[in-house]
C-alpha cells in the first residue's frame, strides 16, 4: 500500500520556524519527484515547492522562495520542508505529494497524497 | 504565472443529473499537462483526471476530461451522492504549479 504521512505541524510565532517531514513507503520513493502543496482554512490549492527524486533540482513558491526549504533523505524515504520566517499567512494545511510518473520533477499530476498536516502560525 | 479561472463557484444539481464545470486558463497550455482533483471535506485532494482527460486509478468513468488551448472541461455523467464535494483544476506545464479557486458542487 502506497502511502506518505506528514509530521511536524503545530502552532508557531510569527518569524520562528518548524520543518515538516513526510515518510513515504509502499513505492521506490528515490525514483519520484515529490511536492508539498498547502490550504489555507476554508481557501483553495496553493503549489509550495518541487524536489527531484535525487534532490539535485528544486523550486519553489514565490510567496515561500528565500524562507522555505525542500529537502529530501532518499535513505530514509522522506522529505522535509524546513519553514523559516514564518508568518499568520503561512498557516495552512500543509500536504505532500507524489509525482504520478518515475523521474519526473514538476511537470506531471499528483497521484499519491498525505493526509496533511495543520501549521499555525500566530502570536 | 498562468492563471485558472474556475466556474462556476458553486454548481446545484441533483443527483443523477449531469455536471459541466469549466477550468479557464490564462494563456495556451499544452493539455498534457492539465490535471482535475476531487477533494472531500477533511481529505486530501484525490486525482482525477490528468493530461486533460485520461482518468487516474479507480476513477469511475461517469467522470471524463476534455478541453484544449485555454478551455477545459470535467464532465460528470450522472452525480452520485458522493461527488457533491469541491473539484479543482491544475496546471503542471510551467512553474508556478497553479491551481484553479474550486468549484463545488452541491445538493439541489
Known amino acids: 500500500q502506497v502511502h506518505l504521512v506528514e509530521s511536524g505541524g503545530g502552532v508557531v510565532q510569527p518569524g520562528r520556524s518548524l520543518r515538516l517531514s513526510c515518510a513515504a513507503s509502499?513505492?521506490?520513493?528515490?525514483?519520484?519527484?515529490m511536492h508539498w502543496v498547502r490550504q489555507a482554512p476554508g481557501k483553495g490549492l496553493e503549489w509550495v515547492a518541487a524536489i527531484s527524486n535525487d534532490g539535485s533540482r528544486k523550486d519553489y513558491a514565490d510567496s515561500v522562495k528565500g524562507r522555505f526549504t525542500i529537502s529530501r533523505d532518499n535513505s530514509k524515504n522522506t522529505q522535509f520542508l524546513q519553514m523559516n520566517s514564518l508568518r499568520a499567512d503561512d498557516t495552512a494545511v500543509y500536504y505532500c505529494a507524489r509525482v504520478k510518473s518515475r523521474g519526473t520533477f514538476w511537470a506531471d499530476a499528483f497521484d499519491i497524497w498525505g493526509q496533511g498536516t495543520m501549521v499555525t502560525v500566530s502570536s | 504565472e498562468i492563471v485558472l479561472t474556475q466556474s462556476p463557484g458553486t454548481l446545484s444539481l441533483s443527483p443523477g443529473e449531469r455536471a459541466t464545470l469549466s477550468c479557464r486558463a490564462s494563456q495556451n497550455l499544452d493539455s498534457r499537462y492539465l490535471a482535475w482533483y476531487q477533494q472531500k471535506p477533511g481529505q486530501a485532494p484525490r486525482l482525477l483526471i490528468y493530461g486533460a482527460s485520461s482518468r487516474g486509478t479507480a476513477i469511475p468513468d461517469r467522470f471524463s476530461g476534455s478541453g484544449s488551448g485555454t478551455d477545459f472541461t470535467l464532465t460528470i455523467s450522472r452525480l452520485e451522492p458522493e461527488d457533491f464535494v469541491v473539484y479543482y483544476c491544475?496546471?503542471?506545464?510551467?512553474?508556478?504549479?497553479?491551481f484553479g479557486g474550486g468549484t463545488k458542487v452541491e445538493i439541489k
Open positions: 491544475q496546471q503542471y506545464g510551467s512553474t508556478p504549479l497553479t
Open positions: 509502499g513505492f521506490s520513493f528515490s525514483n519520484y519527484g
